[in-house]
């Protein structure tokens, strides 16, 4: 057999048969599909009654944070609740969803507020810098409870690297505000701001912050396309959702307490 026609059977060959990169990269697209097949089921589930509804790729996106903060181990609390805040949207509405993952149900939608050098009436920048009165988007741990100036409050540690994760240092707290209010929309055309914290109305406040403390999943949504494309929670396996795995050492207690003052609008 010539050299030449070696080479011709070697090329047709080439062409038929499928390279290793391909196969890796149709994996890849397989398992995608099927896992976010397999969010969307879960958001199916969900009764959203009567209650605003939520976008359902903002859920994909917080389910896949969600998935692998509880594989690395960060996720303490037993309740499957996580919280959801599409900062995408204007602040006269409701914003933030709870949900609860294992009995598929919605738990509460209402406002909440966004930092006073995020923006008015709608959000546009963020930051995780301390006196910038920015809110700041990611995935955070729900902390302990303590009283301040706004009654009962909820720490937050933020778990994505330069994005949130100054949280706890700048006093980003879920607390209650009386400018998260309908009458405070109504007379200002906006939902009243923070310095940076997720405020919910004075008279939910309490029942939210039992619900979802002591290590639950809060996911505050922004499109951002950088933040999207490199957050660890995101891009990390979360297609695989029987596997556990470690993605880095478990969040280890705060040593110090503070007590934010944080500002009113």
């Known amino acids: ?33 099927h896992s976010s ?76 507020a966004h930092g006073q050098g995020t923006g008015e009436e709608f959000a546009t920048t963020f930051s995780n810098k301390e006196n910038s009165h920015q809110s700041s988007i990611g995935f955070y741990l729900t902390g302990d409870t303590y009283q301040g100036q706004h009654g009962l409050s ?39 701001r923070s310095w940076g914290c997720p405020a919910v109305s004075n008279e939910l406040a309490p029942e939210i912050i039992n619900l ?7 996911f505050s949504f922004y499109q951002n396309e950088k933040y999207l494309s490199t957050s660890m929670w995101l891009n990390n396996n979360a297609s695989q959702f029987q596997n556990r795995f470690e993605l880095a050492t478990p969040l280890q207690p705060e040593e110090t307490e503070l007590n934010p003052l944080i500002a009113q609008d």
């Open 1 to 33: 057999m010539s050299t030449l026609t070696i080479l011709a059977i070697f090329f047709i060959f080439s062409l038929s048969v499928p390279t290793m990169a391909d196969n890796i990269v149709n994996k890849l697209t397989i398992v995608q599909k």
């Open 37 to 112: 097949e397999y969010i969307q089921s879960i958001y199916n589930k969900i009764d959203f009654d009567k209650a605003a509804v939520l976008n359902p790729k903002v859920f994909e996106y917080a389910y896949r944070g969600f998935v692998n903060l509880k594989a690395s181990g960060r996720l303490t609390s037993a309740q499957d609740i996580i919280t959801i805040c599409d900062y995408t949207l204007s602040s006269n509405l409701k914003r933030m969803w709870i949900l609860d993952l294992k009995a598929n149900k919605l738990l509460l939608n209402t406002y909440v």
């Open 154 to 192: 909820l720490y937050l540690h933020g778990m994505d690297e330069n994005y949130n994760s100054a949280a706890y240092q700048r006093a980003i707290v879920l607390h209650g505000a009386h400018y998260v209010s309908e009458s405070f929309i109504q007379q200002n055309k906006r939902l009243g």
């Open 212 to 218: 979802i403390k002591g290590g639950t999943c809060l």
